[in-house]
Every structure is written in C-alpha cells, then in structure tokens.
C-alpha cells in the first residue's frame, strides 16, 4: 500500500535559519498537502500541489512537488518563533477518488530565539 | 467559509461506557467525511471513510464493530466508540471533502477522548 515518509523528524532552528522537511511516497500521488499542527492544536492546511513540478509560495514557505509526483518539499526561510509547530505532508493516491489522505510521521520544528 | 466543528472537544467517560462524537460540515455538503486517530508526538492515522448514505470503510486495523460510523447527511458524520477503554484514549479528528472538489479536505478541532 501507499506510505508517505517525512524526514527529518525533529528539527532545531536557531530563529532567523532556513530549513527544509522532506516527503518522499512509495507510490505516485494525485496530489499532496502540507498542514501545520501547533501543541494542543489540530492541523490546519496550509498548501496544495496537484501538478508535476508545481512550486508554490506563501511569504516565507516555499512548497515544491516532485517531477515524478513522489515527492515534495517544504522550505521556511528566516524562521521566526511562530514556526514552531509539527509539519506534515499528506498525499493522496493516484487511484483513490474519495480523496483519501495518506500522513507523513510529521516533522517537529522547536525554534530557538 | 469551510468551516468543521466537532463535539464534544473533550471528553472524559469511564472504561465500558460507549461515546459519540460528532462532526458536521457548518457552510458546506460533504459528501465524503474521514476520521483520524491522533496519539501523543504522533502522526494522523486514518481510521475510516464514510460516504454519505451508505457504510463506511474502515482501514486495516480498524475495529468497525468498536469504532461505529454514520454519515446520516451531507453536513454530519458520527464516530461512537464502543464499549471504551482506557486504550482507546487518543485524539479523534474528523475531516471533511466537499463535492465540488476531488481534493480538498477541512479539519475539524478534534476530540481528546480519556477514558478511565
């Protein structure tokens, strides 16, 4: 079946650094998302890529689709304390119509000031 | 506008008791709805698809006889947890898709379930 990894799993950024977390899906995804997922919180949708080679930019997170739509990208540059939060990218499978989501383990972004 | 609420947002029952959590579409029809499982530090495993009108389908793993899914109209989908236990303490989140769009999906807040 489908499985989505994320790397790196945890990640520590001296505020103002540029970071980046990975997905990687064993199959090829219609499309994929990225959600933020503050403490205590549920999470919320940030972008989605549908096309093969689709980059997207929201101020300081740029989102990247792979050629092969098997993986992607997010990037944060200058990193501020309100990026603290959990990262996860979710796909969708190629041959579902319901528009079932498969999640990444999620990346875990602590900024310190 | 594509607004999920979930209710309750918390809820404490003891070990036997059944609960019901519901989720509903505030400004639009879904015609598909999805609950997710969410335990501590970890990631989003979905549980079920329900489609308006007809049963669930439950992932690999899923109890459906303990996790008992309805989606009686286009703007409500329920998950009662059967016969709880203490295992089954997790946060329970609930997505919805409208009919308009083969991808997106909306949130609800979610449901922390503790049972004791």
């Known amino acids: 079946g489908q499985q989505v990894m994320q790397i790196p799993q945890y990640q520590h950024v001296q505020e103002g650094e540029d970071f980046t977390t990975y997905c990687n899906s064993s199959t090829t995804l219609s499309n994929i998302q990225w959600y933020k997922q503050r403490p205590g919180g549920h999470p919320v949708f940030l972008i989605q890529l549908v096309k093969s080679g689709e980059v997207k930019k929201q101020k300081r997170l740029t989102f990247q689709f792979g050629e092969a739509k098997k993986n992607s990208s997010l990037h944060i540059t200058a990193t501020q304390t309100t990026d603290v939060g959990t990262y996860f990218c979710?796909?969708?499978?190629?041959?579902?119509?319901?528009?079932?989501?498969?999640f990444g383990a999620g990346t875990q972004v602590v900024v310190t000031p | 506008g594509a607004v999920v609420s979930q209710h309750p947002s918390w809820v404490i029952c003891k070990s036997g008791t059944s609960v019901k959590i519901e989720c509903r579409s505030l400004?639009?029809?879904?015609?598909?709805m999805f609950w997710y499982r969410q335990f501590p530090k970890q990631s989003l495993m979905l549980m079920a698809t329900s489609n308006e009108g007809s049963k669930a389908t439950y992932e690999q793993g899923v109890e459906k006889d303990k996790f008992l899914i309805n989606h009686a109209s286009l703007t409500l989908s329920t998950l009662t947890v059967t016969s709880a236990h203490p295992e089954d303490s997790s946060f329970y989140i609930c997505?919805?898709?409208?009919?308009?769009?083969?991808?997106?999906?909306?949130f609800g807040p979610g449901t922390r379930l503790t049972v004791t």
């Open positions: 979710a796909g969708g499978g190629e041959s579902d119509s319901w528009g079932k989501l498969q």
């Open positions: 400004d639009f029809q879904a015609t598909t």
């Open positions: 997505s919805a898709r409208p009919g308009t769009s083969p991808y997106e999906q909306y």
